[in-house]
């Protein structure tokens, strides 16, 4: 609806309450006294009469008057009733001139107080900015459909000369790639794994292609990317260990696995690659979070480690026995992995005392800081403390263990609580 058809609608439907409230309050005004509600003067007189004739009988009883008295008092009384009853209809009382006058004074004075007060207290363009609001989200909404629409046929057109494209010289593999991409574009992965199949056929050593064919198999598969999927994204993260679309793919296959750390390590990596501030990029960093926070009690505590990528190191955390008397069960154990030298830290778990002794896995999915990952460094320390505080703060008294330096890359590692602080 257009801003002067709204203003226009706005303001007949105004003037209809005005109308209905003017007509409400102003015949009362401008009518007389309906003749029901006005005293009858006749059923006045009767009831007079009626009193007349009862204080008659009573004086007569009481012997006040004598028989002739009241028969005389009696036909004068009936006569006057007689008379009173036979005369004329009442004519209705004129309407007031004061009636009158008020009821034009409201007439004029209603719609003019009411558009006045609308004008100092409303707001006379409401209507019209609501209207214009409204039709332009109605025109912006028709305008992204228009796009949307132009951008289907671009999509067709292009689909459709890739389809030629590919029947014109069915060994460019490059032309496959592309035409798996439209499909994907146009939801139609049945197609799209056809034509990566082929692609594959083609270039068998190009990582984008072994990614996105792994893709293709996993959405036809129910998005498992057991099997076939993770042979083609082991062999496209070997080809190239930079490959973003692989590296998204085997956080999702790790974190379908519960394998939380080596899919916060493989997600890290891609983000690496993505534009700060993009919608992936936030969306990506969500998923290193989540995987952060889960891979932390298997990463330290959990039962079966992982296989364990190679930047990382593995180990097992104990207490030394004469030390256990000085610690409570539920005193906090903490596990940091720092520089050595300065000491910066790079990741921390955390568990309790009486889940000792623990295996660890430490990588780069535990590492906070990306300017301090642990495969930046050939090697670092490790310091396990017990912490009665739980807030990790290094105190006199605290238990602790200490391993000075610990090449990346080592298994087996055994870090025993053995020294009190001083």
Do not use: C
């Not at 009362?28 to 007349?52: C, H, K, M, T």
């Not at 992204?144 to 010289?169: P, T």
């Not at 994907?184 to 990614?211: F, N």
């Not at 891979?295 to 026995?321: N, Q, W, Y």
């Amino acid at each position: 609806m257009s801003a002067h058809l709204s203003l226009i609608v706005f303001w007949f439907a105004a003037l209809l309450l005005l109308a209905a409230v003017l007509f409400w309050v102003l015949p009362s005004l401008f009518r007389g006294i309906p003749a029901r509600e006005r005293l009858d003067r006749r059923e006045l007189n009767i009831a007079v009469y009626r009193d007349q004739y009862r204080e008659l009988e009573e004086d007569y009883r009481n012997g006040l008057i004598s028989d002739e008295q009241r028969d005389v008092a009696r036909a004068e009384l009936e006569a006057r009733l007689a008379q009173d009853a036979l005369s004329g209809e009442p004519e209705p009382s004129p309407v007031s001139r004061g009636g009158r006058r008020a009821g034009f004074a409201l007439a004029t004075v209603i719609p003019v107080l009411a558009v006045a007060g609308y004008l100092v207290v409303g707001d006379p363009g409401f209507v019209v900015k609501v209207a214009e609001a409204t039709q332009a989200e109605e025109e912006r909404q028709q305008k992204m459909e228009e796009a949307l629409r132009r951008l289907d046929e671009q999509v067709d057109r292009a689909l459709a000369d890739l389809e030629q494209a590919v029947r014109d010289d069915p060994d460019d593999g490059v032309s496959w790639v592309f035409l798996a991409n439209a499909y994907i574009a146009r939801d139609r992965w049945d197609d799209a794994e056809s034509a990566y199949a082929r692609a594959y056929d083609l270039l068998p050593e190009k990582a984008t292609v072994l990614s996105g064919y792994a893709e293709a198999l996993a959405v036809n598969a129910g998005r498992n990317l057991a099997g076939r999927p993770m042979e083609l994204i082991r062999q496209a993260l070997q080809i190239d260990p930079d490959d973003q679309k692989a590296l998204e793919l085997a956080g999702i296959h790790a974190y379908q696995n519960e394998e939380f750390t080596t899919a916060a390590y493989y997600w890290n990596q891609a983000l690496r690659q993505m534009p700060e501030g993009s919608p992936a990029h936030a969306e990506l960093t969500a998923m290193v979070r989540s995987a952060r926070v889960r891979g932390h009690t298997e990463a330290f505590g959990g039962a079966g480690m992982l296989a364990a990528p190679s930047a990382s190191i593995s180990g097992v955390v104990e207490i030394a026995p004469d030390l256990l008397a000085k610690a409570q069960p539920s005193d906090t154990v903490y596990l940091f992995a720092r520089t050595r030298g300065a000491g910066t830290p790079i990741a921390t778990l955390s568990t309790r005392l009486d889940q000792l002794p623990v295996d660890f896995l430490i990588d780069d999915g535990l590492v906070t800081n990306p300017e301090h990952m642990l495969s930046n460094f050939e090697s670092i320390t490790l310091v396990a403390r017990v912490s009665r505080d739980g807030d990790g703060r290094a105190r006199p008294g605290d238990l602790e263990g200490v391993l000075e330096t610990v090449d990346v890359g080592s298994r087996g590692v055994r870090l025993v609580i053995d020294t009190v602080r001083p």
